[in-house]
């Protein structure tokens, strides 16, 4: 079955993409929630038409966010967080804390869309996260936790 999705789908692909997937899997999940459409003829067409519009404003996205890449290339993010003795800090880093991070510096980074290497970031020290900041636009970013 072809569909077009409607927005991103994480593991699957992104909007305005046209995918084959299975049957029950387009049928009984992505239709309903509301992720995906049926790839017809006329649903083809349209898709065609709002590429063709949408093209200048990725391209000034793309720009925007190889800036925030090149700019998370040479700085190293702090993140504070409480920590007890032997430099264990009480809960963990998350993406929320590190966009927070980021967002202090200048440039808003969705939190959904950086992934830390590290699951559990218990202790001080250096670490290194990914973001994704467009489709085709995957950052680096080196963060340090600190004790506030």
Request: aromatic share 6%; hydrophobic share 40%; proline share 1%.
């Amino acid at each position: 079955m072809e569909i077009i999705l409607k927005q991103d789908v994480k593991h699957l692909g992104y909007k305005n993409d046209i995918l084959k997937v299975k049957n029950g899997y387009g049928l009984n999940y992505l239709i309903p929630q509301g992720l995906a459409k049926v790839a017809d003829a006329s649903a083809k067409k349209v898709l065609a038409e709002t590429k063709k519009q949408t093209a200048f404003k990725e391209e000034k996205l793309r720009k925007a966010a190889m800036s925030t890449a090149d700019f998370l290339k040479e700085v190293v993010v702090k993140v504070g967080a409480k920590a007890g003795e032997n430099g264990k800090i009480f809960g963990s880093v998350t993406s929320l804390q590190l966009a927070d991070a980021i967002k202090k510096l200048g440039h808003d980074i969705d939190r959904k869309s950086i992934t830390i290497d590290d699951d559990h970031i218990k202790s001080l020290g250096e670490y290194t996260a990914k973001a994704r900041l467009s489709r085709d636009v995957v950052a680096d970013i080196k963060f340090e936790v600190v004790e506030e």
